[in-house]
Every structure is written in C-alpha cells, then in structure tokens.
C-alpha cells in the first residue's frame, strides 16, 4: 500500500494529538500520585462508635468510596493518553 501525501496542516495535527496523548497520560499519573497520597495518609476508616471494639463493624466514609474511584478514572485516562499518542486521529 502507498500512503497518501500529507495534506498541508495535518503533520501539525498529529503532533498536536500526541502532544494532547502525553498531557492526558502525565495528568493521569499526577491523579495516580494523589490517589496514592490519599490512600496513605487519609483515614480511610472512621473510628469505631464509643462501646464497640475496633475493626469490629466496618464503617464506610465518603474517601473510601472516592479513593478507588478516582484509581479507576486515573486508568481509564491514561488508556486515553495512550491511545492517542500511538494512534493520532
């Protein structure tokens, strides 16, 4: 197969989708970091209530909710990232 000959502007474009590639993956790296941070420094469980033994009853906050969350998103734009850095449109 012969390719076609690039059309004025559109070597431009390609480099710009795998520049726009290269900032989604270095975001979702930055989210990974802060999700990492999150995960180690916050609690993600709450105390227990006063006369209950510790780790006795599992108690849900809104951070232990929205960690994993934000790790899956993290993901999903890096696979963004990457697809378009290696296949520009």
Do not use: H, K
Not at 41 to 65: K, Y
Not at 72 to 81: E, H, K, M, V
Request: hydrophobic fraction near 45%; aromatic fraction near 6%.
């Amino acid at each position: 197969m012969i390719p076609e000959p690039d059309r004025p502007g559109q070597r431009e474009s390609r480099v710009g989708d795998r520049l726009i590639g290269l900032g989604l993956m270095l975001a979702s790296l930055v989210g990974f970091g802060l999700v990492y941070l999150l995960w180690l420094v916050g609690p993600l469980t709450p105390p227990a209530p006063r006369g209950l033994p510790p780790g006795l009853v599992p108690m849900l906050n809104p951070l232990s909710c929205l960690v994993p969350t934000a790790a899956i998103g993290c993901c999903a734009l890096f696979l963004l990232g990457l697809r378009r850095l290696l296949f520009p449109d």
